[in-house]
């Protein structure tokens, strides 16, 4: 192969050349809902000019881009490349029905040349558009999260053991030329896991698999993590790593050998200098390096390593340190940590922080959010002095990745300012999920200034992956309706209030033309049983196609109206949220939003009891609105959630001139529960979102 010249094109080897007639070549080589429509595009005769691409739906230009995007693959600085922004399929939605049959393509404009796909390209506009749906709708549904660093690292070690074993099969040898360091001190921490001390030369990778030779090949998963050592030469580092083997090396160990590497050519070197440790002696030796180790599962291996640490109730008595504590309220938020409030009393040793374990997933108290109060009460429990109980009680954030299904009684971990620690058990009932609207008030106790406090980021981001997780199909009873033209209905919690919506459904639906249907969302709560036998007689009494849904939550539901709305096949829609009704202007109003053409919002004013534009939860709301099926789609995807699910407008985008204000079509009967923390959240959510917009 030969260098290309300056003049030399590079393209990829599949790239079309030109034809005789000297047309621009190109290709389309990206597709995705999410991200748009990728290619590339040459000019005969003038690759360096930039070239105009049209997006077609039939014979008809519908979008245009150009080129300018990096392309690498063709060529050293090369600019060759364009794309469509993933808005265009939000476009190619609103089209109407009709449309959906016309071709999709790719072309250069002001010539005659459609670019070919190197890709999976839908080839009609309903092509496009379902798979824009579904692709919006994936992205909606939540993830579970990805496990924690320390149990990728344990699983990566366990594909390295799996790999060790046929190393364990060849010749392995111990030249003195390939020794690469030597093993101080070993820590049998569980079954499976064995941490060791001592030095290796720099340079080693962070994992590998490895053979322990002690009678016989043992397969192992290496980690490690590398400190500097004054005691060594400057070729050589301090480690502290993890061994996945079932190894467990004897109290007096002879001459042995670890083979490391890929081929096992390199070898550590433990034998009768090698000590055992204990726990407590080996943590120190850990404490005293984490902070200045190096390397990329420093993290991780800390992670391993808190998991697997003493965590026994009583042996810190046993070791003669005195020290008690409780904790008396447990906040716990998923993906987050815990909130506590609770006494540590250790009356010979000054208390400076918290651990806390639940099942496997190991806290640790941020110590800027951490408090210490005085607790009075404990005086006649402890005698002594005012000093003892004078910061006896606490307040404090423990972070950690604690999961949704965590399980097991929580344990204590009281860490001294010496280093020492203790553990007590707290009361399995301390526990529970924080409910962010229903325990605002005692969230904000513990920590009045909590919008100011350093974690509150994580805490709303923890929040919003909350939200996410919630956003699901809502279940439905009975075989669902379709419909083209959708009125939703969020069913109200008190019992007469749930009737008079079906009180004003089975007077106004005979009324609505036949292509409109409704969809009653209720909840698991008191008025269930009532909505669904309420439902049963609506149906035999009317021809409207009837759907009723039901929420895992008691909140509004605007976060599932894609997924209402996508499985009843539904083009318009008009949401009524959870305790507002349609008045008699409002149904009126309902029917012609529903007809209406175009894209653009439907605005139902909400009034309170007295007439008046509703001043408390906002007369203008996304409690109350009309709007199309596509942009609904198009919005949700960015749209910030909420934990009542609907503040405000909920971020709806406004097109002045084109939305519609209809007056007084809808009756506040009901409201939220008040909850200074949800609104505080939400309006947080709300700005995060905007701003986001805005960018």
């Known amino acids: 192969m030969f260098p290309a010249t300056a003049t030399d094109e590079v393209l990829p080897a599949a790239a079309p050349r030109d034809d005789a007639a000297g047309r621009p070549r190109g290709a389309v080589d990206g597709f995705d809902p999410l991200t748009g429509i990728e290619g590339w595009a040459l000019a005969a005769g003038a690759p360096a000019d930039t070239v105009r691409i049209e997006l077609t739906v039939g014979a008809d230009a519908f979008a245009f881009a150009q080129t300018g995007l990096p392309r690498p693959d063709l060529g050293p600085g090369s600019l060759a490349g364009f794309r469509f922004a993933p808005e265009v399929f939000a476009r190619l939605a609103k089209l109407a029905p009709h449309r959906g049959t016309l071709a999709v393509g790719v072309r250069v404009a002001d010539a005659d040349r459609t670019l070919p796909a190197d890709c999976a390209l839908p080839a009609t506009v309903a092509e496009c558009v379902a798979a824009w749906r579904s692709a919006v709708l994936g992205a909606k549904r939540f993830d579970e999260a990805s496990p924690a660093k320390g149990d990728r690292l344990l699983a990566r070690l366990s ?18 030329d390939n020794e690469v360091g030597r093993i101080d001190a070993l820590h049998l921490a569980s079954e499976g896991q064995l941490w060791f001390v001592g030095s290796m030369k720099r340079g080693m990778e962070p994992e590998f698999p490895a053979v322990v030779a002690d009678r016989r090949k043992i397969p192992a998963g290496v980690a490690i993590l590398h400190y500097e050592r004054q005691d060594l030469p400057l070729s050589e580092v301090g480690v502290i790593g993890v061994m996945d083997t079932s190894w467990t090396p004897p109290p007096a160990a002879d001459d042995g050998f670890v083979y490391v590497g890929r081929n096992g050519q390199f070898h550590l070197r433990y034998g009768a200098h090698t000590k055992l440790l204990r726990t407590e002696a080996f943590l120190a030796a850990y404490g005293q390096v984490q902070a200045v180790a190096g390397g990329r599962n420093a993290d991780a291996i800390a992670a391993v390593l808190g998991s697997a640490a003493n965590w026994l109730p009583g042996a810190a008595a046993a070791a003669g340190i005195l020290a008690e504590g409780s904790v008396d309220r447990l906040l716990a938020v998923p993906g987050f940590g815990c909130i506590a409030e609770g006494w540590a009393v250790s009356p010979a040793r000054r208390v400076e922080t918290f651990h806390l374990k639940i099942g496997d997933c190991v806290m640790v108290a941020d110590d800027a959010a951490t408090e210490f109060r005085a607790r009075p009460d404990l005086q006649s429990a402890f005698g002594g002095g005012a000093s003892v109980t ?72 923890a929040v919003r992956r909350m939200l996410d997780a919630r956003a699901a199909e809502p279940l439905a009873f009975g075989a669902p309706m379709a419909a083209r033209r959708l009125i939703v209905i969020r069913l109200p919690a008190e019992r007469s209030n749930l009737r008079l919506v079906f009180d004003r459904l089975a007077r106004h639906l005979p009324d609505l033309d036949a292509s409109i249907g409704v969809a009653l969302v209720a909840d698991q709560g008191a008025g269930r049983s009532e909505a669904l036998l309420q439902f049963h007689e609506l149906k035999a009494r009317v021809a409207t196609p009837l759907s009723l849904f039901a929420l895992p939550h008691e909140f509004d539901a605007v976060d599932e109206l894609p997924f209402i709305l996508t499985r009843l096949g539904a083009e318009r829609f008009v949401h009524v949220g959870r305790g507002v009704v349609l008045t008699a202007e409002g149904w009126r109003e309902a029917a012609t939003s529903l007809f209406r053409r175009g894209h653009f919002v439907d605005r139902f004013e909400i009034v309170d009891e007295n007439g008046l534009p509703d001043r408390v939860d906002g007369a203008l709301s996304a ?26 407008g909920n971020a709806l985008p406004e097109t002045p001139g084109f939305d519609r204000v209809l007056p007084a079509c809808a009756a506040r009967i009901e409201r939220a529960k008040p909850s200074r923390l ?7 959510l709300a700005l995060a979102g905007s701003r986001k917009d805005a960018a």
């Open 678 to 684: 949800a609104d505080m959240i939400d309006a947080d």
């Open 159 to 176: 594909a390295f053991r799996l790999e060790a074993q046929s190393l364990a099969g060849k010749p392995l040898r111990p030249f003195s």
């Open 390 to 461: 004078q910061r006896a009680g606490f307040v404090a954030v423990l972070r950690g990745a604690l999961p949704a299904s965590t399980g097991g009684a929580p344990l204590l971990r009281i860490v001294h300012a010496d280093g020492s620690m203790a553990v007590s058990r707290v009361e399995p009932k301390a526990l529970r999920l924080l409910d962010f609207v229903a325990d605002g008030e005692e969230l904000l106790r513990l920590y009045p200034s909590l919008r100011h406090e350093p974690f509150y980021p994580a805490l709303l981001d």
């Open 623 to 648: 409690a109350c609105f009309g709007w199309s099926v596509p942009a609904l789609l198009g919005w949700s995807l960015d749209a910030p959630r909420f934990l009542r699910g609907v503040f405000g």
